[in-house]
């Protein structure tokens, strides 16, 4: 069987990429369009790991209608979602990877057209909170609070996860006529930041603390905070399933391994990924890691339909997007046989949700990453940060140091977090400034690089 992926074959042969360029009785060969986000944290296991890793071509069938026939597999990586709804629209992908919001839009244009539909089948990522998207300013700024944005102005990609959270959060907050929302694309956006160009720049993940690492940006509103969860997951068109369900269900069993590869060893998965796409290792950590922001698990919980169905009104409301039919648009029956295949009961898993824990104590209180040594895991945070003051002293290269905020139980990094330092000279660590201000009674606020 051969096998080819993007560099191989242009667009020209139009249709083939997106519904197969042949039947397989006439072991011709079947075409599989993939558009994904490869610098998009949550939809990783749909899409650069498949490819990277050969995963697809593990699943995919070779006996049956399909003994003979030749597969061409096509990925092309996007920077958000709405462009892969436009090329699933126009026949040239089958698959698409992206957000909350980019799913619905996707469902919903699909079904305008009367004709081929989408199937929303799997989650690739997700977090029950909303961490991910975030709103951030640059790093000089002397904004603190989404309240402070009033008259300034914010960019985010328009139509993705992130600028549907966005909408909420300034109509909630009585700033929708008080802010000015500009269209930035994630690379634009975050080097805007970094130049001052740029009020405050509002984006999924894993941006925000992209911007965080390397020193630009700073996060004022994290997504947790919007009251609504923050996932993505792939849609299919129904041209090609119906036509190729064997192959669907191949590419969903592709997508669980690729979890189960993040999940197995989260710094190899970080280290490589970033070797694919550019995102520092650091930043991948901070989500793949136990107790990280992401957790790659497939299953459509009543939670996601519930979300997906208020920003379904959201999005009639605010954007005028046409109607949905959520009963048959959402399609769980392959991710249902990929987790039977594995005697994982279904319905159970998708009664369960990860969510961060205060104080959780299955998790070390914080970590560093020493270059060449890896992850060391430390009972506290004063003793992680003595750690590391002996590690800078003996020449060594601290990569990342990680804690948890106080307030939610998110994992973040240490020298971005806000700190309160009591009598005994513990630290207790906060993602917001105003959070640690709140908790000064017990002691004094510290920044990271104040410590001694």
């Known amino acids: 069987m051969q096998f080819s992926n993007s560099k191989t074959i242009g667009w020209l042969g139009a249709m083939a990429i997106g519904i197969g360029s042949a039947t397989a009785a006439s072991a011709e060969t079947i075409t599989i369009g993939i558009g994904h986000q490869s610098t998009v944290t949550n939809t990783v296991p749909g899409g650069i790991i498949l490819e990277k890793l050969g995963l697809l071509e593990k699943h995919l069938p070779h006996d049956g209608k399909y003994k003979g026939v030749d597969y061409e597999i096509v990925y092309k990586d996007y920077t958000s979602g709405p462009p892969i709804t436009n090329q699933m629209l126009a026949g040239k992908l089958a698959f698409g990877v992206m957000g909350d919001y980019p799913l619905i839009v996707n469902g919903a244009k699909f079904e305008k057209t009367g004709r081929s539909e989408s199937r929303f089948i799997a989650v690739t990522g997700y977090n029950l909170k909303g961490t991910g998207n975030g709103i951030v300013v640059p790093v000089e700024s002397d904004v603190y609070s989404l309240e402070q944005l009033a008259g300034k102005s914010i960019s985010t990609p328009v139509g993705s996860a992130a600028w549907g959270m966005t909408l909420k959060v300034l109509r909630d907050n ?21 130049q001052n160009k ?17 020193g630009t940006g700073r996060k004022i509103y994290d997504g947790s905070e919007a009251g609504i969860p923050t996932f993505h997951g792939t849609v299919v068109s129904t041209t090609f399933a119906e036509k190729y369900p064997e192959i669907v269900q191949a590419y969903v069993d592709a997508t669980l391994e690729a979890q189960d590869w993040i999940a197995a060893d989260p710094i190899v998965a970080a280290t490589k990924v970033s070797e694919w796409t550019g995102i520092e290792k650091e930043v991948l950590y901070l989500y793949f890691s136990k107790g990280g922001i992401s957790t790659f698990e497939a299953s459509i919980k009543p939670e996601w339909v519930d979300a997906l169905k208020y920003d379904h009104g959201l999005l009639v409301k605010e954007k005028g997007i046409p109607p949905l039919t959520f009963a048959k648009w959402i399609d769980p029956s392959y991710v ?7 005697s994982v009961d279904y319905d159970a898993l998708a ?3 990860v969510t961060p824990k205060i104080d959780d104590p299955d ?24 750690a590391y ?23 973040l990094f240490g020298h971005v977090a806000f700190y309160v330092k009591d009598a005994d000279g513990d630290l207790v660590a906060f993602m917001k400034k105003g959070d640690a201000e709140k908790a000064k009674g017990m002691g004094s606020l510290v920044a990271w690089a104040d410590m001694k």
């Open 174 to 194: 009585g700033l929708m006529d008080k802010v000015e929302l500009k269209n930035q694309s994630p690379p634009v956006g975050v080097n805007n930041i970094a």
């Open 363 to 386: 998790l070390a209180p914080a970590e560093m990453w020493i270059d060449g040594e890896g992850l060391v895991s430390y009972p506290s945070i004063k003793a992680m940060k003595a």
């Open 336 to 342: 249902k046989a990929s987790y039977a295949k594995r």
């Open 351 to 353: 009664a369960s949700v």
């Open 198 to 214: 740029i009020d405050a720049h509002s984006d999924f993940c894993p941006w925000s603390e992209v911007m965080e690492f390397r």
């Open 389 to 411: 003051a002996a590690a800078t002293k003996a020449g060594k290269k601290v990569n990342a140091t990680y804690v948890y905020d106080k307030s939610t139980g998110l994992k």
